[in-house]
């Protein structure tokens, strides 16, 4: 079992740039694909990108792609999400999320495992 505990929400002008940090605890994360997905008002959750152990790879949907980058933390056993040139659209309820090792599939119900999501929003 793995508990996620997210960090690093807040309000950022159009432009700017926000990290949020998913920090886990149980197995380390390097068991997992580890995902993050964001939730607009009156949208469905969707996929932001994902972080796999197995050959360090990452994939990115392709509204974020270029702007957001996932990286790690070995020692604090904890992944990132690092957003830049932030647009109001993208503002959104973030979660980090723990999937199986070789997922790296972009369906929420791939993933098993939910951090409590964190408020990111951006103002024009």
């Known amino acids: 079992q793995v508990q996620l505990v997210e960090s690093g929400g807040g309000l950022v002008q159009a432009g700017g740039s926000l990290r949020l940090s998913c920090a886990a605890s149980g197995r380390t994360f390097s068991s997992y694909t580890m995902g993050w997905f964001r939730q607009a008002p009156r949208k469905e959750r969707e996929f932001v990108g994902a972080f796999s152990w197995s050959g360090g790879s990452t994939t990115y949907a392709d509204s974020v792609k270029g702007r957001f980058t996932i990286s790690r933390d070995n020692a604090k056993n904890t992944v990132y999400l690092q957003m830049n040139s932030l647009k109001p659209e993208d503002t959104a309820v973030y979660y980090c999320?723990?999937?199986?090792?070789?997922?790296?599939?972009?369906?929420?119900?791939?993933?098993?495992?939910w951090g409590q999501g964190t408020q990111v929003t951006v103002s024009s």
């Open positions: 999320a723990a999937g199986p090792q070789n997922y790296m599939g972009r369906e929420r119900t791939g993933y098993f495992y």
